[in-house]
């Protein structure tokens, strides 16, 4: 089955530290992984598309400046939160399409297990 | 846009009993996806649709791409503890990207 690693767990940090969270497909390839974010009792909220050898496009409302990301191989993103305050404090999830599924719209998504950031 | 309305938004049952949540849309979708996440834990993929009409069986779970292809359930049949968690229902939007449903919080009692 597909799995997706995710590292770190959990963080904590004090604020203006930058913190990098990575993500992996262990395997299978992808070309585009995904990074949200979850509030308590919340749904999950994409912040931006990690694709593959291009830059990452952010959902409105996300700085990408502030969340820097980085899709260097097709098993591997990262996502950098620079200079955390304790607002940035959350759930973050990564996701990577599985591209073995043929078209795109049959290629599921699977997650990692999320980061637990907390910044003090 | 587009959204994924979810219901109930949490479930209290009793172990043993059966279990049934939908997700309904405004718009259509060609995927339905119905995910479980453990408190702590990312999402884990339990039902994938396609076709409008599919129902498709995971163990003790179905789950049914409507008709219309506005909408879709997920029942669990036989409930047990470790069924505890929050659901989602996902699909992807007219620009590809996951959209998910509100989720519903299903809490089981021995």
């Known amino acids: 089955g597909a799995v997706v690693s995710q590292h770190p767990s959990w963080v904590i940090c004090k604020s203006g530290t930058s913190v990098k969270i990575e993500c992996r497909s262990l395997?299978?390839?992808?070309?585009?992984m995904f990074w949200y974010r979850q509030f308590p009792k919340q749904s999950l909220m994409l912040m931006a598309t990690s694709n593959e050898g291009s830059k990452a496009t952010y959902e409105q409302g996300v700085e990408k400046d502030k969340f820097l990301i980085n899709h260097a191989s097709l098993t591997l993103s990262t996502l950098t939160v620079t200079s955390a305050h304790p607002e940035d404090s959350s759930f973050y999830i990564c996701s990577a399409r599985d591209n073995r599924a043929g078209q795109v719209i049959n290629q599921p998504q699977h997650f990692g297990d999320g980061t637990r950031l907390s910044i003090l | 846009g587009q959204q994924l309305n979810q219901s109930p938004q949490s479930m209290f049952i009793q172990e043993g009993e059966d279990v049934s949540m939908n997700c309904t849309s405004s718009?259509?979708?060609?995927?339905w996806l119905w995910y479980k996440q453990d408190p702590g834990e990312g999402p884990v993929l339990l039902i994938a649709?396609?076709?409008?009409?599919e129902l498709t069986s995971n163990g003790r779970l179905t789950a049914q791409f409507g008709i219309t292809r506005k909408d879709s359930f997920l029942n669990i049949s036989a409930s047990i503890p470790s069924d505890v968690g929050i659901y989602f229902c996902a699909g992807p939007g007219n620009t590809g990207k996951l959209i998910f449903g509100q989720g519903t919080t299903l809490q089981v009692k021995p």
């Open positions: 649709l396609y076709k409008a009409g």
């Open positions: 718009s259509i979708f060609n995927t």
């Open positions: 395997d299978f390839q992808a070309t585009t």
